[in-house]
């Protein structure tokens, strides 16, 4: 653990440099060449900070290993208008799309035409099926995101009563396995007996729905005393509105340092007393070097398989909990009253 928590300081180090500008800062990365090809990333949806941010990353990596980058922020955060992004990039002649599904079904048909037109397929972020990628670029892993949030409301509930989520949408892969995963924890060690999960509410990662969810959840569960929020739109929603309305109900969940500072503290005044994520900026930037070694021969996606992700250096290919496979970008980080002032200006 202490390992991984170095490794996302060192490289948290280079992000200030990259959200100066997307192209500048790094020297090129060692490796094979991408010539020409172009890499296209498709996100959840425009104006999504943390897509923002994984889209530098993205963009700096392509960039540095001079590729050409395309970067897709669809409309809407659905299957559909990502269906739309992927067709359009097809006819582009895009070399691999990365992309993170707003749905893990749905886009099957669209990206299986996209692999038969030669494209190379990875998902980050937020999965697609087995048949839709070659690979899957984690965050985290899923248990380690489920323990840690599980372990967060045992500790803010004080390991009892009422709490509920405010997730992304119903059908968002990322979400759903770290929610169940939640569940199974819980289900599973008699220490959590006392904790009541009243209701998971979908903000669909839009700040006014999740805004209206988290008021929703305050009116209708008047002794609710935590809100676990595993997204960054909807944390920063609940945060607000806790804080507002001068609420006890305490937060916790993933969110971007810049978005929360104003909200962590441990004291009344603050609704969220700390929180988790990852650099999305270093996973997009791994999104990036997966989708050039797939274009380039140096992986097809199988388990046991290493590669070198430029700067960040070796990668292994494992086997996924859907089946399918897995690249995992490293822990989930814990900002807190300690910290969060040194990380909001980076991320």
């Known amino acids: 653990m202490k390992k991984k928590l170095l490794g996302l300081l060192l490289t948290a180090a280079m992000a200030a440099t990259l959200l100066a500008g997307c192209g500048g800062g790094d020297t090129p990365a060692s490796g094979s060449s991408t010539g020409a090809k172009t890499y296209a990333l498709v996100t959840k949806s425009a104006g999504n900070p943390f897509n923002e941010k994984e889209a530098e990353g993205f963009k700096q990596a392509v960039e540095a290993m001079g590729g050409t980058p395309v970067i897709q922020h669809p409309e809407a955060a659905t299957a559909d208008a990502q269906i739309t992004v992927i067709q359009s990039l097809i006819s582009q002649k895009v070399d691999s799309i990365c992309i993170a599904a707003n749905d893990e079904n749905a886009l099957q048909a669209a990206l299986e035409e996209a692999k038969a037109a030669g494209i190379k397929i990875c ?66 060690d008699s220490k959590y007996a006392n904790l009541e999960l009243v209701e998971v509410a979908y903000g669909d990662d839009e700040p006014q729905k999740s805004t209206d969810v988290t008021q929703a959840l305050l009116t209708n569960y008047p002794d609710l005393k935590v809100i676990c929020a595993p997204t960054t739109v909807g944390i920063a929603a609940a945060a607000k509105v806790l804080q507002d309305q001068g609420s006890s109900v305490k937060l916790t969940g993933l969110g971007l340092p810049s978005e929360m500072a104003e909200y962590i503290g441990d004291d009344d005044a603050h609704s969220c007393p700390y929180m988790f994520l990852w650099n999305p900026i270093d996973l997009g930037r791994l999104g990036a070097y997966t989708s050039i070694a797939l274009v380039n021969g140096d992986a097809t996606g199988a388990a046991g398989e290493k590669f070198t992700a430029g700067d960040m250096g070796e990668y292994e290919i494992v086997t996924a909990g859907d089946g399918g496979t897995e690249i995992i970008l490293g822990a989930p980080f814990k900002f807190d009253p300690s910290n969060i002032e040194e990380w909001k200006s980076v991320y």
């Open 123 to 188: 998902s980050v972020d937020s999965t697609v099926n087995t048949a839709s990628r070659q690979v899957h670029v984690n965050q985290a892993g899923v248990n380690e995101i489920g323990q840690c949030l599980v372990d967060a409301v045992y500790d803010l509930t004080g390991g009892e009563g009422q709490w509920a989520i405010v997730s992304a949408t119903s059908q968002a892969a990322n979400q759903n396995a770290w929610i169940e995963s939640m569940k199974e924890i819980i289900a599973s």
